[in-house]
């Protein structure tokens, strides 16, 4: 997971466009390649933008299935 967040003394920037380039060197620690898919997550009240590789969304909605498989009555 990628946590973008405000910091006036960074070394990169989202730059006013919407235009999100991730430098190659974050990519790499997360193992997000190039042409990966990913899910962006703004949270407002946090200023904070969260980047979830595909990898980790399939994880999370396991796991979200596993708790409703586990309550007497809840769906497959």
């Known amino acids: 997971m990628i946590v973008v967040t405000t910091d006036s003394t960074a070394e990169w920037r989202v730059p006013a466009k919407l235009n999100l380039v ?12 190039a042409g990966d898919q ?11 933008l969260v980047i979830y590789p595909q990898r980790r ?4 909605v396991l796991a979200y299935h ?6 007497p009555g809840s769906l497959p």
């Open 57 to 60: 969304l399939y994880d999370m």
């Open 66 to 71: 596993a708790t409703l498989q586990a309550e």
């Open 22 to 33: 991730l430098p190659k060197k974050i990519r790499s620690r997360c193992r997000v390649h």
């Open 38 to 48: 990913i899910f962006l997550a703004a949270l407002l009240e946090h200023k904070l």
